[in-house]
């Protein structure tokens, strides 16, 4: 038997399949996305809310987008989708956008049958121990209220972050990317079959 939901205070991983609580099921993707979502309106003291989710590309990523875009959508947040992206890249829309807070779907080294939920606030920045502590109360607790038809969240698609964080990058003072060309360096990479491999060629 496969039990391997890890709750932490960075998010949520697991193996997909199985029994909801043993693993990372349909079921424990919306009871999370749901407790980030009611902390991050009690967090940003306002009703209307801006979220960025981004993910990896795991067998089990266009599922999981779909369960948390959903469920955000339902407690009437709005989602800025940008698909296929990678874990900084989720981290720089989030103030680029002016969103409250950001979910990045990717269990990062793990074999694939892993995915995860990881948590980021109103920076880009991951939650400290003590946020992460409510959200997993919230969670246990199942308390959730959702929005009523009229206040649904609005879904806004953006897969042109990739681009956009590479702009940010070269526009750094520190880099000088004339000096970078002219040493005509070779460089090797492997994108491990996932968005590292869409966004390392541009």
């Known amino acids: 038997i496969n039990m391997t939901l890890i709750k932490s205070i960075s998010g949520i991983r697991g193996t997909i399949g199985g029994k909801p609580s043993d693993n990372l099921t349909p079921l424990d993707a919306v009871k999370f996305a749901a407790a980030y979502g009611i902390w991050l309106k009690e967090y940003a003291k306002k009703e209307k809310l801006k979220v960025v989710i981004g993910r990896d590309a795991r067998l089990s990523g266009e599922m999981i987008q779909n369960l948390v ?11 800025i989708d ?17 969103a ?27 939650l400290d121990a003590a946020q992460g502590a409510k959200i997993l109360a919230i969670a246990e607790k199942e308390d959730f209220t959702f929005a009523d038809v009229d206040d649904l969240g609005a879904i806004l698609r953006n ?44």
Do not use: C, M, R
């Open 69 to 79: 875009v959903s469920t955000l959508v339902g407690l009437g947040i709005d989602v």
């Open 159 to 202: 897969d042109s972050y990739i681009d956009i964080h590479i702009d940010e990058v070269l526009n750094l003072s520190l880099v000088d990317k004339e000096v970078i060309k002219a040493a005509k360096f070779k460089v090797v990479v492997d994108g491990v079959n996932s968005t590292g491999g869409i966004a390392i060629p541009k």
């Open 82 to 98: 940008l698909d296929l992206s990678t874990t900084p890249t989720v981290e720089i829309a989030v103030p680029l956008e002016e």
């Open 100 to 126: 409250d807070g950001g979910i990045i779907l990717t269990a990062s080294h793990n074999p694939k049958q892993w995915n995860a939920l990881k948590l980021l606030n109103e920076k880009g920045e991951f």
